[in-house]
């Protein structure tokens, strides 16, 4: 069974940097498109960000040039950098795992951007 693993929430101030981190456990890690999404206070779970297999990238409009997402297949890790924050990023933020049709969630990590 897949278990997926976030860390690297925090508090930080508008304008600062985070990294967060997705460990993933199980043999499908290389083979499988993982994404950042998050859900803000009130609002719906939204799609970030998105790395396929073979390292190909997508963002959400509203943190194109700012976030990156990456993956280390030999550390079964995905990563998300997330620079000049803003308040409007504070959120849970999840992790997904896509094979095939069936979809995996880790528990969520907390990032507060204060102002």
């Known amino acids: 069974q897949v278990q997926l693993v976030e860390s690297g929430g925090d508090v930080v101030q508008a304008g600062g940097s985070l990294r967060l981190s997705c460990a993933a456990s199980?043999?499908?890690?290389?083979?499988?498109?993982m994404a950042w999404y998050r859900q803000g206070p009130g609002k719906q779970r939204e799609l970030v960000a998105r790395i396929g297999s073979g390292g190909s990238t997508n963002y959400a409009d509203s943190v194109k040039g700012r976030f990156t997402i990456s993956r280390d297949n030999a550390k079964n890790t995905m990563y998300l950098q997330m620079n000049s924050l803003k308040p409007e990023d504070t959120a849970v933020y999840y992790c997904n795992m896509k094979y095939w049709t069936v979809d995996f969630w880790g528990q969520g990590t907390q990032v507060t951007v204060s102002s």
């Open positions: 199980g043999s499908i890690f290389s083979s499988s498109a």
